[in-house]
Structure formats: structure tokens, C-alpha cells
């Protein structure tokens, strides 16, 4: 059992019955207040019947996406700004009503910022009645002809109700009309002229369907709850002048009339559904004595002035109607003596405390405490409204935190099916209050989603309907005939009837008194007096006796009639009992086919919810899959771009190699091909030459000369003026490099250099010069094996790397290598020269000669050709 008592909104088996596989949502409705001012800014607009749509206020913006919001919110109906009181009262709390009658509990309540209109659409204004008198109007309309006395039924201080004899409630009545001042206000009073207009409702709205074999009572209190403590409006409280006295304000003052009453507390009654415990109920008769009582606890409520309210309320008020109805007996006389036979239903009606900001309302001291307290109730109800739907929409079980505020504990019986709930968002439409009419709209459109479970329809007590009015007309009618028959019409009548028909008839008696012996008028006269009332004796005995005997055939004839009519009602009982006992033995089939299919409906819902578990854990294990198939989809994706790129990477660079080894090779068969070609010219110089006669050696002037008119090479002139050192411009003319010359190099100062048009040249390589460029080379000098300076110069690229920092990739390697002249082979002349070889040698010398500078090309990279460098270069003198 503590188990169950701790599940939230779970109840006990005990309460109030309700079915819970039928369930309403919450009815929310929107209305929204007219502009106090035509020129004021508006930012909210109605769409339709259902919808509102809400926008930011020029100069106000919100960033999403860095454009305006307009935001449209839906509601079971949206009355404007034109709509009355009457409109409003027709389509939300007329079925309220109508369900109060029927024995079912209702919840309205008005939430809003401070300043939209909640006060207004509860109670109304002089001339246009809000909700709450519209509500005690057609209360009374409905069940006017059909109340009880006062104090037939009484109210007990644990919430219930019992029911008193006539004798008991006479009592009572008699007591109450010997107070020298009544505690409610009589129906024959004059109504105050302060709220005539409010209640004087033309309308005459009432139920239609009202039981009239039953009897009503109707009982209002009026709470409030401020600072989160309930107030009792009601309450008389005796005047103490110890004690200091307060106003409306919560202000000491010296003449006041009002001290503060005593908090009251909530109790849970046997059925588990909240009270306040010592709470003043008034039965009221009619609806100016309800509204009175409602008005007199209205003066009493807790209001203040603020800067956005004139009458600010700072306390949330609770107006409960309850509406007591027992049937009556068979006879249609009495009231059933049966508490069983209670039923109690009622309406709450709640005027919430307006949300407000302390910023803008400039609250302080206890302005502010009040501000804190209003906006704590109001964010536990949404709290509660929250973890209500979390726990419908996603099967969740947490605990509903109703306790934290008075407000939702005192109507925590509504949220777990004690009734139909229905809340009226009052929304003002000015732009100053755009975030709060917002988070109002919010909260409204989350309420909407909770449902509440549809109570059940009362039990029917079982006698028969229609014994009122049978049981009216049935004295009507003997009243009737009583009065056609000349009798009378109940017993008190007769007696008195008779009575005054002897005092009226019999003729006075004459003075008796005897003052003279020989008087003999006296007696005379009393003998005929005496005797003329025997015989009307006589007379109202006859008329007696008919009357008696005419009463008595009635009575026989009503015999008969009644014996007649039992008859009759047997044999329709025993035809009834037959249906009955069919209906019986067809309700027992039904209900052992309702348990089969009820145990089927158990068993397919075990199965439904093991397939719903393997549903559930399969589509776990599917997202997972799926979400690792993504994964690898995404890392496929990315693997696969980074080898389409590696492989573009690659192909340029090996097309970039292909490109510039074939086009090493066409320069390397170019040179070879020209070499060959020049040798073949100097060959076929050579032998073409005419033999006959022996040339003498010449000189190597004359040799130098002979080679210059025989070859196209040039030759080296000894006069010749000295030559100017020229660069060999780089293949890689255009684009930037960085030229990194080691201060350990020597300078070769050969004729031909390398030379790099718009290089940085630094003596270290460093982060900030590769930044800057796209080309990296080298200057790298080494000893050969034959003992000469070789030059290498060492290229490559400059990248950029994830870090951010540069990289270089080398590519190719240019060598730069000189010979000296010395270390040619020459053919020496003999002692005797022979004349043939000599021609031979000097034709041999001749070709080197000529061929003595040569560039040779060798296979280099993309940017150019490698060189080779043959000259003589200067030696050093040791």
C-alpha cells in the first residue's frame, strides 16, 4: 500500500471513481484584452479561431539566424478583442456548470501576466457580469424549484456531507432567525447597488436536464493564498484591540477594522482528495445572497498599486462552489436518510496572481516578497503541468511536485482525474509585456498536451423517477375534490372549520342572570335559545353523518382504484421481473465472455508488450548499426578522398617526373646527335683534305687560326679582349625561391654561374623565408676524386603543413663540376716526328683545340636541363 501511496499521479483504489482508458486533454483557451490606447504598439495578432500569432516588437530582436521570429501558437478557440462576456461563459463554463449538476467536479482558472484582464473575465463589471455570477446565475436557474431547506443538509469539517430530518433542520433554522444579526444575508434584503449590475444577468440560462426527483443545496467559501499561506475571506474575526490592527495593504494602522486572520491547512479526506480544514461554507439560496457572500470576501482580498496595475492582485482567490443533492424517498416526500445517497460535486473557480518582473513593476519591501511568492506558485504549477506530461507522452513515473506550493496541492485532485480542467490564458497585447505574453504562450501551448481522466457518471439510486411530481399531483387533486365536496382540505383545516362553523351558527346565549323572583322573560329565553341550538345540533350532525358516508364510498372507490392499479403494477412487476431475470442471466454471459475477452486482452498485452520490448531493443541495435554503418561510410568518404588526392598527388608528380625525364633524354640525344655531327664534320674535313705534300707543323697560332677558318666553334684569340663572366639564368626564372648559400662555400669564379632572378639568398634556412616562397635550393660544394671543387645544387618544393608550419621536398640535384687542362691527355711529339702523324696529331690537336671549351648537357629535372661545366679556370698560385 505505501508503494502504490508513493507513485505519482497513481491514486489509491479508494477514490472517487474514474476511468481511466478515457481521458480529456486540458481545455486551454486564449482571450485577449483590447489596447487600453489606439496608438499603442501591438504584437499580438489573431489568426483564425484556433490561432494567435505573436511577434517581436519593433526595436526588439531575436537572433536567430539574424532575422525577425514571428511565432503562432494554438489554442481549443481564441476570443478577440470584441468577444463579450456572455460568448466567453457559453463555451467555457456553461458545461462546467452543467457538470456540477450532473454530480462531476470542475476546475477554471485564469492565468496571465499582471494587467491582462484576469480579474475582469472572473468577475466582471458593473453592467456585464464576468464568469463567476454568470456561473451562480444558472446554478440557481437550474435548481430553484428543486432546493431544500436550509440545514437539510449540513456540512462536516472533514469534507463530506450529511443529510437531517426535517425536525432537525427546523431547529436549526429556528436558532439561526434568533440571532440578532443573521450570518448570511436574506433573499428579501436589498441588493447592494455596489454590484446589482453585475449579477442582473437577463440571460436565464439554465440545465435542461435536471433530476427532479432529487433535492440541492448549494454551499460557497472563498480562500486566498498569499505568501503561500491560505486565508480564509469568510472568516469573522472578533475585533481584538490589543492587538494591532492592519488595512487591505498589509499596513498597520490605528482606526482599522480588519485583523489578519489565521492561516488554515490543507487535509486529505478519506477519499484522498485536499481540503482546508476549518474553511467558513456558506448556503447560500439564491444568486444575490452567493454574490454577496463572494463580495464581502472580495473586500477582504489582498490588492496593491503598482506601475503596471492600478489594482494589482497579490494573492491568488478561490472561489468554491459545492452543490449537495440527495434523491427523495419513494413517497416523493422527504429526502432519502441515506448518506450513501449524497452526492457532492463542485466548481472551483480561480483568479491566479498576475507573473510579474520586480524590473518593471519597481516592487520593493513587501511588494517584492509578495512578487517572489506569486512567481514561485506560479513556476511550481508549470513545474507540475511539465513533469505531468513527461510522464503521459514518454511512459516516465516521476514524482509530481504538488507539494511545494499550496496551489497545486490544494488542486492536485483535478490533474489525477477528480474532474474537467480548463484554464483561460489572458494575454495582453502591447509590446511592453512581449516576453511575458511569450513565456505564457509557452506554458499554454505545454498545458494543452497534459490530459485528465473522464470521471464516471453517478450511480442511479434505483426508485422510480417522476414520484415529485405524481405525488404533487396527487394532492393537488385530493385538495380538489375535497374543496368541490365542501370539506376540508388537511386536518388542521377541518378542525378549525368546524369550530367556526359552531360559533357562527349557534346563536348567542342570552344573559342568565335572575335579579327578580317573578321574572319570567329570562328563562323563556334561554329555553329557546337552547333549543334552537339542539336542533342545529341536530342539522350538523345529519350533514356530519352524509359527510362521513360520502367520504367513506370515496374511500372505497379509492380502495378499488388503488387495488385495481396494484393489480395492474403486479403484473407489470412480474412481467418486469421476467425481463430482469433474462437481462440477469444475459448480463452473467456477458460477463463471463467480458472475463475470457479480458483475460485474452491480458495476455495479448504481455505478448504486445514483449514485442514491444524486442521492437524496442531491435531498433536500439538498428541505430547502432546504422550509426556505425555512418560512421563508416564517413571515414570511407574521408579515406577515400585522401587517396584520390594522394593519387592526384602522385600522378602530377609522376607526370611531372615523366615530363622531365623524356624531355632529359630528347636534350641528351640532341647533344649527342649534335656532338656526332660536329665530329663528323671535322672527319670529313679532315679527309677531304689534299695528302700530296707534308705540311710543316704549324704553330699553335697558326693552328688556332686554321681551326677558326675550319670550324664554326669558336676559338680562343690571344688578343682577344678578356671575357666578361656571364650567369646561366635558372630554368625556374618565375617563380620565387630561396637561394641557401652556406659562408662555408668558395666562390669558383667560373665563367658561367648560377643565377636566380628574385631569390631571397640567406647563409641559414629559416620558417619566415620559406613563408614567403615556393622553391628551395641548395648550394652544396665537395672534393671530386680527381681533386677539383664539384658544386651541387639541391632543389626542391616548399608545402605547407597541418601544423602550420613549411616543409621542403627535395626533387632533383644539378652538379656543377669543373676540370683542369692539366689533367687532359695529350699526344706528345718523338724526337723524329713522323710527317703523317704529325698531320694526324695536328688534325687530333686540331679537334681538341677546338672542342677544348665544350658545355655538355646531361638528363636535369622539369625546370631545365643539368650542366656540366668544362673550362680552364685560374689557378691559384700556391
Partial sequence: MKAARAKTPRRPAVKKPSNPSLKDPVGVYCRVRPLSRPDQECCIEVINETTVQIHPPDGYRIFRNGEYRETQYSFKEVFGTLVVQKELFNVVAKPLVEDLIRGKNGLLFTYGVTGSGKTHTMTGSPGDGGLLPRCLDMIFNSIGPFQAKRFVFKLDDKNGVDVQCEVDALLERQKRDAMPVPKTPSGKRQIDPEFADMINVQDHCKVEEVDEDNVYSVFVSYIEIYNNYIYDLLEEAPFEPIKPKWNNCNTPVRNGDFIPPQSKILREDQNHNMYVTGCTEVEVKSTEEAFEVFWRGQKKRRIANTQLNRESSRSHSVFIIKLAQAPLDADGDNVLQEKEQITLSQLSLVDLAGSERTNRTKAEGNRLREAGNINQSLMTLRTCIEVLRENQMYGTNKMVPYRDSKLTHLFKNYFDGEGKVRMIVCVNPK??????????????????????????????????????????????????????????????????????????????????????????????????????????????????????????????????????????????????????????????????????????????????????????????????????????????????????????????????????????????????????????????????????????????????????????????????????????????????????????????????????????????????ALAKCDKYMLTHQELASDGEIETKLIKGDVFKTRGGGQAVQFTEIETLKQESPTGRKRRSSPSNPDPHEDAADSEWTDVETRCSVAVEMRAGSALGPGYQHHAQPKRRKP
Wanted: proline share 6%; hydrophobic share 30%.
Fill in 431 to 768: 509590446a511592453e509585456d512581449y516576453e511575458e505574453s511569450l513565456q505564457v504562450m509557452r506554458f499554454a501551448e505545454m498545458t494543452q498536451e497534459v490530459e485528465v481522466a473522464r470521471p464516471v457518471d453517478r450511480p442511479l439510486c434505483g426508485l422510480t423517477p417522476g414520484r415529485r411530481f405524481r405525488n404533487q399531483a396527487f394532492r393537488e387533486e385530493l385538495s380538489r375534490k375535497l374543496e368541490m365536496r365542501g370539506g376540508p382540505i388537511n386536518g388542521e383545516t377541518e378542525e378549525q372549520s368546524v369550530s367556526e362553523m359552531f360559533l357562527q351558527n349557534f346563536p348567542p346565549l342570552p344573559s342568565c342572570e335572575l335579579l327578580d323572583v317573578n321574572d319570567d322573560q329570562t328563562l323563556p329565553k334561554l329555553i329557546e335559545v337552547l333549543e334552537k341550538r339542539h336542533k342545529l345540533r341536530q342539522m350538523l350532525s345529519e350533514e356530519f353523518a352524509k359527510n362521513v358516508l360520502a367520504f367513506k364510498t370515496m374511500l372505497q372507490d379509492f380502495d378499488s382504484s388503488i387495488v385495481s392499479k396494484e393489480n395492474y403494477i403486479q403484473g407489470k412487476l412480474s412481467e418486469k421481473e421476467k425481463t430482469i431475470a433474462g437481462q440477469k442471466m444475459e448480463l452473467e454471459r456477458l460477463e463471463k465472455k467480458i472475463k475470457t475477452l479480458e483475460y485474452k486482452i491480458e495476455i495479448l498485452e504481455k505478448t504486445a508488450t514483449i514485442y514491444e520490448e524486442d521492437k524496442r531493443n531491435l531498433q536500439q541495435e538498428l541505430e547502432s548499426k546504422s550509426q556505425k554503418l555512418q560512421r563508416q561510410a564517413s571515414d570511407k568518404r574521408r579515406l577515400e578522398a585522401r587517396l584520390q588526392g594522394m593519387v592526384a598527388e602522385t600522378t602530377m608528380k609522376w607526370e611531372k617526373e615523366c615530363e622531365r625525364r623524356v624531355a632529359a633524354k630528347q636534350l641528351e640525344m640532341q647533344n649527342k646527335l649534335w656532338v656526332k655531327d660536329e665530329k663528323l664534320k671535322q672527319l670529313k674535313a679532315i679527309v677531304t683534305e689534299p695528302k700530296n705534300e707534308k705540311p710543316e707543323r704549324p704553330s699553335r697560332e697558326r693552328d688556332r687560326e686554321k681551326t677558326v677558318q675550319r670550324s664554326v666553334s669558336p676559338s680562343p684569340a690571344p688578343n682577344a679582349p678578356p671575357v666578361r663572366l656571364r650567369h646561366r639564368r635558372s630554368r625556374s626564372a618565375g617563380e620565387r625561391w630561396v637561394d641557401h648559400k652556406p659562408p662555408s662555400n668558395l666562390p669558383t669564379e667560373t665563367v658561367m654561374q648560377p643565377h636566380v632572378p628574385h631569390a631571397i639568398t640567406v647563409a641559414a634556412a629559416s620558417e619566415k
